[in-house]
Structures are given as structure tokens and as C-alpha cells.
């Protein structure tokens, strides 16, 4: 089965902090996404990564940045971290772009919270 | 922008019952259209998806439909069950890495 594995389930941090989220994957997957997930508002793409070295911003990147140095790990970074930032961090892998299979495989999530 | 209208929030049924989730997309070229299920303390998992050529798909006591025109798609869930009690996120995707979620069904089903 492939498995998509986030470091830290629950985090709690200050507001100022810097904050690293870790997400590996074991299946080769090129394509490594972190997703925000929010009552009401559903699943929102921070950034994407087709590649190592290779990302591109998603819908909401600002006040994120992310690396990935290798195939099987994706890292998202909250260089400052604000209480608005407080939320549920889903991190997924795909094989190949949606237009072939399209199936994404999620992480079981990182809930922080930021005081 | 794109956007992916899901309805209704919340969905209360009895066992055996049917469950439709319906979701409506803004994106004329969204070709891909999957549905996933979030259990409780869990990631979110694909349960099924269609493509735009396709009008219908089933699996067992679920099935997708898609009306491209009216650029809706509906989850049915038949027969349900307690095991079915998620959260379900429809999605569309126009063929690149991007997927526009919806807000998400939360789905009870009542013994």
C-alpha cells in the first residue's frame, strides 16, 4: 500500500515561531502536495511539487514556503508562524498528473495550532 | 476563479437509506472529476472518480453521475450503512496538477 506519513500529528507553537512539517512517501511518487483543510472551506493547495528542487504555488502560498531535496520528501515551512495559520496541514502524492490515473494519496494530516 | 459548489453541509440519514451529494463546478475545461472520504482522525481517500467522457459509474452501492452541460456531478450512495459516516470531499480538475475541492458533505448515518 502506498503510504504517505506526516511527522507530527498535533503541534502547538507561538506566534512568531518557525515551524516545520515533514511529509515522506514510499511509493516514488513525482508529484508531492501540501493541502489546508479548514471547516467550510474545504481542501486548499499551498504548493506543489512535481519534482525535486521543483515547486509551484498553489492558492494560498503566501506566508509558506516549502523544499523538497528529495523524491520521497516534501517539507512545508511556516517561516513566522501567525494564528491565522491555525489549521488542519494535509500533505498528498501522485504518481502522475491528474489527467492519467489523478488519484492523490493523502497524509492522515497535522493539526497545529498556533497561540 | 474556479470554484466547486458542494451541497448540502451536512446529511442525515437512516440505515439503508440513500444518500446524493451534489457538486457543481465552474471550470468549462474540468475533465477529471473524483470523490474522496475523510474517516475521523483519517486523510482524505478516493472512493471513485469519472471522467468528462463518461456519464455514469458505479461501484457496488456507489456511483457518480455527471451532467457536463449543467456541469454537475452527484455521489450516490445506496444501501448505507454506519461504516459510510465521513466527510466527503467532491473534486475537479482540468488536467494538470490542480484539483479544486469542494467545502465538503459531513454524512451521518443513523442505526
Known amino acids: 500500500d502506498v503510504k504517505v506519513t506526516q511527522s507530527s500529528r498535533y503541534l502547538v507553537k507561538r506566534t512568531g515561531e518557525k515551524v516545520f512539517l515533514e511529509c515522506v512517501q514510499d511509493?516514488?511518487?513525482?508529484?508531492m502536495f501540501w493541502y489546508r483543510q479548514d471547516p467550510g472551506l474545504g481542501l486548499r493547495l499551498i504548493y506543489f511539487?512535481?519534482?525535486?528542487?521543483?515547486?509551484e504555488k498553489g492558492d494560498i502560498p503566501e506566508g509558506y514556503s516549502v523544499s523538497r531535496e528529495k523524491k520521497e520528501r516534501f517539507s512545508l515551512i511556516l517561516e513566522s508562524a501567525s494564528t491565522n495559520q491555525t489549521s488542519m496541514y494535509l500533505c498528498?502524492?501522485?504518481?502522475?498528473?491528474?489527467?492519467?490515473?489523478?488519484?492523490?494519496?493523502f497524509g492522515e494530516g497535522s493539526r497545529l495550532t498556533v497561540l | 476563479g474556479e470554484n466547486v459548489e458542494q451541497h448540502p453541509s451536512t446529511l442525515s440519514v437512516q440505515e439503508g437509506d440513500s444518500a446524493v451529494i451534489k457538486c457543481t463546478y465552474s471550470?468549462?475545461?474540468?475533465?477529471?472529476f473524483p470523490w474522496y472520504k475523510q474517516e475521523l482522525g483519517k486523510g482524505p481517500q478516493l472512493i471513485i472518480d469519472?471522467?468528462?467522457?463518461?456519464g455514469e459509474k458505479k461501484d457496488q452501492r456507489i456511483a457518480v453521475t455527471l451532467n457536463k452541460t449543467a456541469k454537475h456531478f452527484s455521489l450516490h450512495i445506496t444501501e448505507t450503512q454506519p461504516e459510510d459516516s465521513a466527510v466527503y470531499f467532491c473534486?475537479?480538475?482540468?488536467?494538470?496538477?490542480?484539483?479544486?475541492f469542494g467545502t465538503g458533505t459531513r454524512l451521518k448515518v443513523l442505526a
Open positions: 511539487s512535481y519534482d525535486v528542487k521543483m515547486k
Open positions: 511509493m516514488d511518487h513525482e508529484n
Open positions: 498528498a502524492s501522485s504518481p502522475q498528473v491528474p489527467a492519467n490515473t489523478g488519484e492523490l494519496f
Open positions: 473534486a475537479a480538475s482540468s488536467g494538470t496538477y490542480k484539483y479544486i
Open positions: 471550470d468549462s475545461a474540468s475533465n477529471y
Open positions: 469519472i471522467r468528462s467522457n463518461v
